[in-house]
């Protein structure tokens, strides 16, 4: 069943004059007890995406649903759809406030949603983000903790609300990499006892083939190819995905994007990646004859489905006649 | 299927109980300890403060002794005297000993509580600081609280507005007031608000803390206040903006932190987490910069006494130079260079106390 979903989602920034189309139509679903990783390159809008599911931005266009309804921006609809929908951030050290405790920090969900037992649930989250006994760490301040436990402390806090659905941006990026396998575990682990449903935006693939079910890729502001993760990640349809891929070290044939990297105040026609891609730069698009159609026509948005798909005019002729 | 990615981190088993905090103190044991360790800081710092006194009454007795006057003249009040009795008052006033023996004379003296006789008054130093003491407490106290909560007040709400227009008009007032001449703005509101200019009449007196008509009881306490308005205006005015632009830099800093976000994410509405968060953390700087600061205000309320002939330590003070009168000059200087000590110690200790991250160190 669909828990949290994004319908033809649009977000829009202006600076100095010009409209940035940070999410250019979205179509994202993560149903109940599903982990869905968000890979692109940097400054592809997955951040801003993950922001908008969590309601701190605010979209130009189409809606957040969560259990089927339309998110609402007022004060207390986003109060409410807080409790459900919990943010992990980046960066454990910057996103805890260093002058509160590690029961303070956990424990500010709870008081802000005014939920009872307070102690017990602060102990609790704090057990299941694996911090044992909770008691030992309700004195610590951030700076007498490790990454990886301030990490948890972070997940504890978002815990401690029992959300539906966590939103993780780059949830081990800053971690080191022994660390960043018990923090996998520790999402993979509550995803198996609490049927914890997790959207995890990250432009590592490993880790996304390591934790998620379902992959989206996403190019300048679109979802350019969605699906299971042994599909994408193992036969991928889109050149984008496929270059991706290929750079990864022990790739037989690297492939390296030229070009200038995406800018969403100026998306090209047609095809997105057409300026970057090597299907279209090696003739391959022309051989199949539809060069023309990924220099003008542009590609409609993905649905929200749970099967392969994949928004490339190469790909999609490829396969009509297979 | 062959799997053409980098394989990370394996999604192993679950981590066993909890890693080991960082610390092995318990919650009590690590409590007291780092209490332990803001007492050891503070005593470290009181040994400094107390060298540094020590460093000031040596400076204090040697730098008054290079200004030019003649204080046996001055004392006198320019009678004209024979240079036999010149020489005979300079005998008295002890002035012709060599001058390591005045200065330990000093010293020993100043340790018992006794700063000397002022030639121009004829009084004890000490009484006479006494007696002035508590004008410029009133002054200074009033006009740092206003100042203070001023600065932080319009410090905050411009960070909160940064760039727009709010802060713009809020930051650029502060700073051009701070760039103001001490002087020249209370002779300018002293022209403005007491003397009367064209059609506005004077409202305010033009100097001291009460006449000689001072009504007694309550009316005394109001009669003393409106005294006391210009005086205040001018040292707020002249002080407040490094409070404000100190809160709104290190407010600014904070609203920029991953907590911030965190917080609006766990469902805190704006106000809230600018409450809660932001303005508690950028506390810590702008408490420190506020007592720091103090001997600036100091400096403003010499010059913000003289205008007003307020009743206090800085007019006295003024008035020493102008003798000279050594005694008062050195009592005088001394008082205000230990205020500005303490007052350092102070914020040293104080961060080590709101400060978590540095009181555990």
Redesign the interface.
């Known amino acids: 069943m669909t828990l949290l979903e994004a319908r033809d989602l649009h977000v829009e920034f202006t600076s100095r004059g010009r409209r940035a189309r940070a999410v250019d139509g979205v179509n994202l679903t993560v149903g109940e007890g599903e982990i869905v990783a968000l890979v692109g390159e940097s400054g592809c809008g997955k951040t801003t995406l993950a922001r908008t599911l969590?309601g701190?931005e605010r979209p130009a266009s189409g809606t957040v649903r969560y259990g089927g309804t339309p998110l609402a921006y007022s004060?207390r609809a986003?109060?409410a759809y807080?409790?459900e929908v919990?943010?992990v951030?980046?960066?454990p050290t910057?996103?805890?406030?260093?002058?509160h405790?590690v029961y303070e920090a956990v424990a500010?969900?709870p008081r802000?949603?005014g939920l009872r037992d307070e102690r017990q649930r602060v102990a609790s989250a704090l057990?299941r983000a694996?911090?044992?006994?909770p008691?030992?760490?309700?004195?610590?301040?951030p700076?007498?903790?490790?990454g990886?436990?301030r990490q948890?402390v972070?997940i504890a806090?978002a815990l401690a609300?029992d959300p539906g659905v966590l939103v993780a941006d780059e949830p081990?990026a800053s971690l080191d990499?022994?660390v960043?396998?018990?923090i996998?575990?520790?999402l993979?682990?509550l995803r198996a006892e609490l049927g914890l449903s997790a959207l995890v935006v990250t432009h590592?693939?490993?880790?996304a083939?390591?934790?998620a079910d379902r992959v989206a890729v996403m190019y300048l502001g679109r979802i350019v190819e969605s699906g299971p993760v042994?599909q994408v990640?193992?036969?991928p349809s889109h050149p984008y995905t496929q270059a991706l891929?290929?750079v990864?070290?022990?790739?037989p044939a690297p492939v390296v994007l030229r070009g200038e990297p995406p800018d969403p105040t100026r998306v090209p026609g047609g095809c997105r990646f057409h300026p970057r891609c090597q299907v279209l730069a090696a003739g391959k698009a022309a051989e199949a004859g539809v060069d023309g159609r990924c220099r003008s026509q542009p590609l409609g948005i993905l649905p929200a489905a749970s099967g392969p798909q994949v928004a490339c005019h190469f790909a999609e002729g490829s396969r009509t006649p297979a | 299927m062959t799997v053409p990615i980098e394989t990370g981190p394996a999604a192993g088993p679950a981590p066993g109980p909890g890693e080991a905090p960082g610390k092995d103190t318990g919650k009590d044991g690590a409590l007291s300890g780092a209490w332990r360790g803001v007492l050891r800081y503070a005593l470290a710092k009181l040994g400094g403060a107390l060298l540094s006194i020590g460093m000031v009454v040596v400076a204090t007795f040697f730098l008054f002794r290079m200004i030019p006057g003649d204080p046996a003249i001055a004392y006198t009040r320019d009678v004209p005297l024979t240079p036999d009795q010149l020489d005979l008052l300079r005998r008295q006033m002890g002035l012709d000993r060599p001058l390591p023996e005045q200065f330990l004379d000093f010293v020993l003296k100043a340790l018992q509580g006794d700063l000397g006789t002022s030639y121009e008054y004829r009084r004890p130093v000490a009484e006479l600081i006494g007696e002035r003491l508590g004008p410029t407490l009133l002054l200074v106290g009033t006009g740092l609280t206003v100042a203070v909560t001023l600065g932080l007040w319009q410090g905050t709400r411009a960070a909160w507005n940064h760039g727009g227009r709010l802060d713009r008009f809020s930051t650029g007032i502060s700073l051009v007031l701070w760039s103001v001449p001490t002087f020249w703005l209370g002779l300018l509101l002293l022209m403005v608000f007491a003397a009367g200019v064209g059609p506005i009449p004077g409202i305010f007196p033009t100097r001291g803390m009460e006449d000689v008509d001072a009504p007694g009881g309550p009316l005394y306490l109001l009669h003393v206040a409106h005294h006391l308005v210009l005086p205040c205006i001018t040292l707020v005015a002249v002080v407040y903006a490094q409070y404000l632009v100190v809160m709104r830099s290190s407010l600014l800093d904070e609203i920029g932190q991953d907590y911030v976000t965190t917080a609006r994410a766990k469902g805190l509405r704006d106000a809230e987490v600018r409450l809660r968060h932001a303005v508690p953390n950028a506390m810590l700087p702008t408490v420190t910069l506020v007592f720091l600061h103090i001997g600036l205000v100091v400096q403003g309320a010499v010059t913000t006494e003289t205008v007003y002939s307020w009743p206090g330590l800085g007019l006295l003070f003024y008035e020493a130079i102008k003798g000279p009168d050594f005694a008062v000059m050195q009592g005088t200087f001394m008082v205000l260079c230990v205020a500005v000590i303490v007052m350092n110690t102070l914020a040293d200790v104080l961060y080590h106390v709101l400060d978590p991250r540095v009181r555990s160190a």
């Open positions: 969590l701190l004060t986003l109060k807080r409790r919990q943010l951030p980046q960066d910057g996103s805890l406030n260093p002058r405790t500010e969900g802000i949603h057990s694996g911090l044992r006994p008691e030992r760490f309700f004195p610590l301040y700076h007498e903790l490790s990886g436990q948890r972070v806090g609300l081990v990499a022994s960043r396998g018990e996998l575990a520790l993979l682990r590592d693939l490993g880790l083939w390591n934790i042994e990640l193992g036969s891929l290929s990864l070290p022990d790739s």
